[in-house]
């Protein structure tokens, strides 16, 4: 399988390269920093068909395009490549990281899709995985542009996989809690129900396997979201308010 994993220099993307990394399968891997992805293709090049480097800042959505045009259909692509602005309840975000934010989280998706889905669509085949997040069924006030950003990103999704299904299109939204990352290690909180890379990992490649079109988890994490999701609004904001 040729398989385009965004922002996998690190973190989820770099241990799904790990756990897709097969003699059967053909990575193409695509982040800014080319030092981290050559180290990883150097650690994984022995247990793979083949590893393509695409090295892009995928907010440079031209750039990003032109990598992708010369290139092949894939058979799964997984939307992975996110930034967060950290948790804070005293800093109002910028217009500029507000706008980075969406760049990376939001539009840089479509920009991938524009590019790839056409190529999936003529092959009848393929499956799109976005990275989205529990935070965008409840939004904490410390983080309300980063759950605002997975929030669209779980419309769109939505709206892809009802267009393309006709045509062969298998999309999967993946919905984690926390898991050890570049991107937790920056959290100064204990978080609850914190995973391990790899499980996380391990756990949303089962899921895609079983083709799911949706999947939160830990599922004791996203009980307690949906349980409060289901209370009175201000009852709600007491309790967020108390927990923030
Ligand atoms: N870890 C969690 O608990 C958690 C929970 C829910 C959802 N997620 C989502 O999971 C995804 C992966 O995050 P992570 O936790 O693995 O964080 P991470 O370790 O910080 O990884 C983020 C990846 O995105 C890439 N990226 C960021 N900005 C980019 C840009 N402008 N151009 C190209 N690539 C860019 C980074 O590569 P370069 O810096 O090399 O460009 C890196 O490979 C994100 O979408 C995140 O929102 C994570």
Redesign the pocket.
Known sequence: MKILI????????AEFARQYASLENELYLL???EE?LQKLKNELQNRCKNITLIV????NFNELQNKLRVLDSFDIVIL?????LGHSNTKIPTIQEFQNLYD??VLSQHAVLEVVLPKMVANKSGKIVF?S?LSSLFTMPSAKVYASSKRALNAYAEGIAYKYASDGINVSVML????K????DKNDFTMPFLLETDEGVRRMKKAIEKKKRFYAFPLRFYLIIRLLNLLPSLLRQRIVNYIN
């Open positions: 965004t922002g996998a220099s690190s973190g989820l993307g982040a800014r920093r981290k892009v800042d995928v907010r992975n490549a996110g930034v967060s990376v989280n990275i997040s984690p809690g926390f898991i990352s570049e991107l937790t």
